[in-house]
């Protein structure tokens, strides 16, 4: 069975950075073909993708958000971070990590519960 | 950037079949995904490469991807199927969603 939990803070300041961390089990990120990816969703919006990172560490990131985020991996712990800076009270919403099942056509299977961040001071 | 096209709402009455409709420039040359989301909970794929269906997703959805258009269709659609939907492509190895559909069954 595979599953994702996402952790981090609740609640970040703005101008903070924000870290979350993706604790994951049932597969390896250091397996060729596995990727995670993060996706948000503000509070009553649709689905934002935001980055994914790769086996292989070729990171792809959203070219609105790109400066503001990096991705690292620990395989080790089973683990991918995601890091933003620069947080601001629009960041506000549920962050997602989902295994990316890359093949010709990739897609978001599973997903984690997803954990709420609000931006607020 | 790319972009995805959704209808905001779709409605269906129980046990009719509901269509769900993604535009994307040239997305027929491309494979779409859909992912459903009930409230309060994440989201969960239900139809990958176009059509196919992952393992637990009940036959009757189903989808199709030509053109311009990806379908997501539900046949004999239950009350428990309402839902969002979102379609999904890859586009330049960056991920795109849809914005998303709201599944009235009524």
């Known amino acids: 069975q595979i599953t994702l939990r996402e952790s981090g803070p609740t609640l970040v300041k703005p101008t903070q950075t924000l870290t979350l961390t993706c604790t994951f089990s049932?597969?390896?990120?250091?397996?060729?073909?596995?990727?995670v990816g993060w996706i948000r969703q503000p509070p009553g919006q649709g689905l934002e993708w935001l980055a994914v990172?790769?086996?292989?560490?070729?990171?792809r990131y959203s070219p609105s958000l790109k400066s503001r985020l990096t991705l690292t991996k620990d395989t080790s712990k089973n683990q991918a971070i995601f890091t933003m800076t620069d947080m601001d009270p629009v960041d506000t919403a549920t962050y997602y990590c989902?295994?990316?099942?890359?093949?010709?056509?990739?897609?978001?299977?599973?997903w984690g519960q997803g954990t709420l961040v609000t931006v607020s001071s | 950037s790319y972009e995805l096209t959704q209808p905001p709402s779709v409605s269906v009455s129980p046990g009719q079949t509901a269509s769900i409709t993604c535009s994307g420039d040239?997305?027929?040359?491309?494979?779409a995904s859909w992912y459903q989301q009930r409230p309060g909970q994440s989201p969960v794929l239900v139809i990958y490469?176009?059509?196919r269906r992952p393992s637990g997703i009940p036959e009757r959805f189903s989808g199709s991807n030509s053109g311009n258009t990806a379908t997501l269709t539900i046949s004999g659609t239950q009350t428990w199927d309402e839902a969002d939907y979102y379609c999904?492509?890859?586009?330049?190895?960056?991920?795109?969603f849809g914005g998303g559909t709201k599944l009235t069954v009524l």
């Open positions: 989902a295994r990316v099942v890359t093949s010709t056509g990739n897609w978001f299977d599973p």
């Open positions: 490469q176009d059509n």
């Open positions: 049932g597969f390896s990120l250091s397996t060729s073909g596995v990727g």
């Open positions: 040239k997305l027929g040359n491309i494979y």
């Open positions: 990172i790769y086996w292989n560490d070729k990171n």
């Open positions: 999904q492509a890859w586009d330049s190895m960056t991920a795109v």
